[in-house]
């Protein structure tokens, strides 16, 4: 019995299709809510090579919506990539699957990617994003990007060298990202699902060559039940650095958050240049997350028992209570934004 028959009897796949998925390799960045919902539906695809890359550990938090994941995987802290590979083994044995527990960052980015046909974004913060289009623009990779919040979402398909790229449609500024997370915004587990689901979807369509693939960003408010697209084909910006073969994020020019271990165990994470931090606003957006206090100088935040976040009016920022890099620039990334 084929056990894709009921994919391949779909004409925009077909048997053609079916053996492209097979040959592909895929690479998914982040083992979050979409990572994990996109991933689940490439294997289940059939999709033969999946690449699955993330620096966290489930937490129970996360099981409203991180479908890969259960209580014995935060029980057993096993990292997100390798318990997403376990699962996805259990799903179809008959694909590879590589998990990297790693931090993407510019020193790292091109080597996970290269090779790979389509990077799917399952990333938890712009600047991520941005590195993202750098690396796949410069070694021409399409990638899907993919975003939920609350109770909406987003997804588009970048194409090298065809239409817009991320950053045509959405500028970088310094210090931009500080804004709204799913810590502080909350989210609905079954948008990520869908949004991660539509990604999958993108991925297989730019796969197999379907030719109306890219030039359209998609939302979704899930809880009115209702979606949008545009058309944004022509969107493609003179001024876009990236498009331009200018990669800065790659060069680490930009959003290049430094984290530097502090004596002791606070981890201090800082961007030059970044615009000034509204204190107040923050404090008020951080307070649907955990225990703050807030000064005109700046706010404290406890997310869990034991680490404490201190950012400053400057965007400077410490992370108490952990001597871990890619920890604390997680911790940052989830409360702060990035
Ligand atoms: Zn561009």
């Known amino acids: 019995m084929d056990r894709y028959i009921r994919q391949s009897v779909f004409p925009g796949i077909g048997k053609d299709g079916q053996e492209k998925l097979r ?129 909406s979402g987003m997804w588009m398909s970048f194409l090298p060298g065809k239409g817009p790229c991320f950053r045509c449609l959405f500028p970088y500024r310094p210090g931009a990202g500080v804004g709204q997370t799913c810590e502080t915004a909350g989210v609905i587990g079954g948008l990520p699902m869908a949004v991660g689901g539509m990604q999958a979807v993108e991925t297989l369509r730019i796969l197999v060559g379907e030719p109306s693939v890219g030039g359209r960003l998609v939302s979704l408010d899930g809880w009115r039940g209702t979606a949008a697209q545009m058309d944004v084909a022509q969107v493609r910006s003179k001024d876009c650095p990236t498009c331009r073969g200018e990669y800065e994020f790659l060069d680490g020019k930009h959003g290049n958050r430094a984290a530097l271990l502090l004596c002791g165990n606070t981890v201090q994470i800082s961007e030059p240049g970044a615009r000034p931090v509204a204190l107040d606003e923050l404090a008020a957006r951080l307070a649907t997350a955990g225990e703050v206090e807030a000064n005109e100088f700046l706010v404290r935040f406890v997310p869990e028992e034991g680490i404490e976040i201190v950012i400053f009016a400057d965007g400077r920022t410490l992370v108490c209570g952990t001597s871990d890099l890619a920890r604390a620039r997680s911790l940052h990334a989830r409360f702060v934004g990035a």
Not at 23 to 40: D, K, P, T, Y
């Open 23 to 151: 040959a592909a390799h895929v690479v998914i960045l982040g083992c979050g809510a979409l990572g994990c919902s996109s991933s689940m539906a490439l294997a289940r695809a059939g999709v033969g090579r999946l690449t699955l890359v993330d620096r966290d550990f489930p937490e129970l938090h996360n099981l409203n919506r991180q479908i890969l994941f259960d209580e014995s995987d935060v029980a057993a802290r096993l990292p997100k990539a390798v318990a997403a590979a376990k699962r996805l083994c259990g799903i179809n044995s008959e694909i590879r699957l590589d998990p990297i527990v790693a931090d993407v960052n510019p020193g790292n980015i091109l080597s996970i990617i290269e090779g790979a046909d389509v990077v799917v974004d399952g990333t938890d913060n712009l600047e991520t994003r941005y590195l993202l289009n750098d690396a796949a623009a410069k070694l021409k990779i399409p990638w899907v990007y993919g975003g939920a919040i609350a109770a």
